[in-house]
């Protein structure tokens, strides 16, 4: 176990996770705002995971964590922290991916608030940035929830258009200083 919240438990991926991130990849409502849109095939969810688990080989704060809901076992989705290629290694990225079944009941907000804790905790963060599609209502709210404040809204060209692409991607950020503040 990773990270253990109120409802969730956030572990490590295994190879035996590929028939559920597969389903949570498969679901048309799942797809509608994220990447090209179109499900996935089994052989890319199985290199995806393998991409994951290397993670846990350099780090202890960052990487790809599973959500299961504590009562149940029941698989939620995907959270992660970590830092994109093209940024500082102490400004990583949170992101989230849950089933469909467990959007609007906090889950996200909940994992989202968990991961910053920790990344600011560790002492290995100085910032942490989101990103979605400026017209994902939903995920703007939970970064709002998890105490981000929107930094910027711009402009994206993606290979393959989806609905609403057009108005653009946002980016929302907490500093050090900021999650220190609301701490207190």
């Not at 698989?75 to 849950?98: I, K, T, V």
């Amino acid at each position: 176990m990773f990270l253990e919240t109120e409802r969730m438990v956030l572990r490590r991926f295994t190879m035996a996770d590929v028939d559920v991130v597969l389903a949570l990849d498969s679901d048309p409502a799942v797809r509608t705002l994220v990447e090209d849109g179109e499900p996935v095939d089994r052989d890319t969810v199985t290199d995806m995971i393998g991409h994951w688990l290397g993670w846990y080989q350099r780090s202890e704060v960052f990487g790809f964590w599973a959500a299961v809901e504590k009562g149940t076992g029941q698989f939620l989705g995907w959270f992660h922290l970590r830092p994109p290629p093209d940024a500082p290694p102490d400004q990583p990225e949170l992101g989230y991916r849950l089933v469909s079944s467990a959007w609007g009941r906090g889950y996200a907000t909940e994992g989202s608030r968990a991961l910053i804790d920790k990344g600011f905790e560790s002492g290995q963060t100085s910032r942490i940035v989101a990103e979605t599609m400026a017209v994902h209502v939903a995920s703007r709210r939970v970064m709002e929830k998890a105490g981000m404040r929107h930094k910027r809204t711009y402009p994206t060209q993606w290979p393959v258009r989806l609905p609403g692409d057009e108005a653009g991607d946002v980016e929302y950020v907490i500093t050090q200083g900021e999650w220190e503040a609301g701490r207190a």
